[in-house]
């Protein structure tokens, strides 16, 4: 994402246009180019830290199972905003950090072991405030993308935690 910041940056272009765009043809690149498209400074510096550590996270407690996870997330909150999202484009990248952090969160209520349970409880000291997020609040902030993400988070962990294959994750 910072590859794509420094190239709108350094050639003056917005990128803007390869959000998500729902329920168009051209709006489907979004979803595998949205989040790595940041409307400022502000924005791309206020998901890296996030994105950095539920990522981080993600792939070292649970490495088995991460990249699926992130794939999920990415994947499917981008497909979510495209069917259901607001008409206008969709950039960024806290849907993902959404789907993250609503994954470690349930991954260790629905496991109920001690490891993942204390996951859960440090992700939700850091950041259980995400929660408002899933609601419309700001215009020109895609709620969709983070309700959709909180979503894909819960989804994926729930069905995770049935799979015998993660128990020694």
């Known amino acids: 994402m910072w590859a794509f910041f420094a190239v709108e940056n350094y050639l003056s272009i917005d990128l803007g246009f390869l ?3 729902p329920r168009t043809l051209h709006g489907l690149i979004g979803i595998l180019t949205g989040p790595m498209i940041h409307g400022s400074w502000m924005h791309i510096t206020s998901n890296t830290l996030p994105l950095l550590f539920l990522g981080g996270a993600l792939y070292y ?3 088995k199972i991460a990249t699926r996870v992130f794939l999920q997330c990415y994947l499917f909150t981008g ?3 495209w069917l259901f999202g607001r008409s206008f484009y969709h950039i960024g990248a806290s849907g993902l950090i959404y789907g993250l ?3 470690l969160i349930s991954f260790g209520i629905f496991r109920k072991d001690f490891r993942s349970m204390f996951i859960s409880i440090v992700v939700v000291a850091l950041y259980g405030g995400i929660i408002y997020g899933i609601f419309p609040s700001q215009p020109g902030v895609s709620w969709e ?3 959709m993400g909180a979503i894909v988070g819960v989804t994926t962990a729930f069905t995770l935690s049935k799979e015998r294959s993660v128990s020694s994750s």
Do not use: M
């Open 79 to 81: 497909i979510f905003v």
């Open 19 to 21: 959000g998500i765009y």
């Open 61 to 63: 407690f649970y490495d």
């Open 101 to 103: 952090a609503f994954f």
């Open 145 to 147: 993308s983070h309700l």
